[in-house]
């Protein structure tokens, strides 16, 4: 196949995705197998979910670190259910991103947290602009 077929360049690009640790290989194959010709964009429409749940996860974050005193346990329940909707979509770095975030919510460490929230949104942010970009590229090829 051609380097510069459109189908080669979708499977480079999902392979990166792999290799440099943006997605859990496993979990996100298993995503796609989900998928069929009653669903065939299924996995793009659960990553698309969990841009929507991030984005209220991490502004829901943010107003817990602006309070004072930090609600540590509240805390600690949102950044559960982040991580484990990043585990489900086999988002590793913002999965080991949440997973610090809970270390330091579990260490109470205000400012760990707010230092490490802005890691966890990095990673996010990545993440989501390859995944529009991979997920574009598998609707052009069809």
Do not use: W
């Not at 996860?57 to 004072?68: A, G, K, P, S, T």
Request: charged share 25%.
């Amino acid at each position: 196949m051609d380097r510069n077929h459109p189908q080669h360049q979708v499977l480079h690009m999902r392979r990166s995705l792999f290799d440099q640790g943006y997605i859990d290989k496993e979990q996100f194959i298993q995503l796609e197998e989900l998928q069929d010709d009653a669903n065939p964009n299924f996995a793009e429409e659960i990553v698309t979910l969990f841009y929507t749940d991030s984005a209220r996860l991490i502004q829901n974050i943010e107003q817990i670190l602006v309070n004072r005193p930090i609600d540590f346990a509240r805390l600690d329940d949102i950044l559960h259910q982040f991580k484990g909707s990043s585990s489900s979509i086999g988002a590793k770095k913002v999965k080991e991103a949440c997973t610090q975030l809970r270390e330091y919510c579990s260490a109470e460490n205000a400012e760990g947290c707010t230092r490490t929230l802005q890691l966890v949104k990095q990673e996010y942010a990545v993440l989501k602009r390859k995944l529009e970009t991979y997920f574009q590229m598998v609707r052009q090829v069809g």
